[in-house]
């Protein structure tokens, strides 16, 4: 598998796979199905203009399909930036189990250690996905709280696990 940072030349691939995720997970992302397809390739072209603070990346098969995607984005505001999010982590079923999403949490976060001053990495993740956290705790993460009813999809209520990774000692 290759991973790399995904450009505007992606838009499409990105955007499919992206749809599917929102599809097949509908609560474990902030995003809708509905808005995202409504969204413009334009748009998705704009958010895949890389800089060092804000990137996406995807893991490639070796076929050049799209297998999985992950987004970093560093807080801008003075007083946060020494924090980084990690956003929008989505391994295609047929590719989990062979490492993909380890690999790019690790290319994410070995790019985003490049940062001057980036301290700590967070994300949130569906408390009962029990095979993500998993996988986060397995880099190094660590819960650090829960938000209750984070997300209301349906009539019903999902709850966030909080957890981040330190990068540099503070």
Known sequence: MLIRVLNPEDAEVYRTLRLR???EHPHAFLTTYDMEKERPL???KQRLQATADQFTLGCFTSENELAGMV???RETHPKLKH???IYAMYVAPKYRGNKAGSAML???IERAGRCDGLEQLN???MSDNAAAKRLY???GFEVYGTERHALQLDGRYWDEDLMALKLRAH
């Open 71 to 73: 987004t970093f984005v």
């Open 106 to 108: 690790r290319e994410l």
């Open 42 to 44: 334009e748009v998705t």
């Open 137 to 139: 705790e397995s880099i």
């Open 21 to 23: 995720s929102l599809k």
């Open 83 to 85: 924090k980084g999010n």
């Open 123 to 125: 994300l949130t993740v």
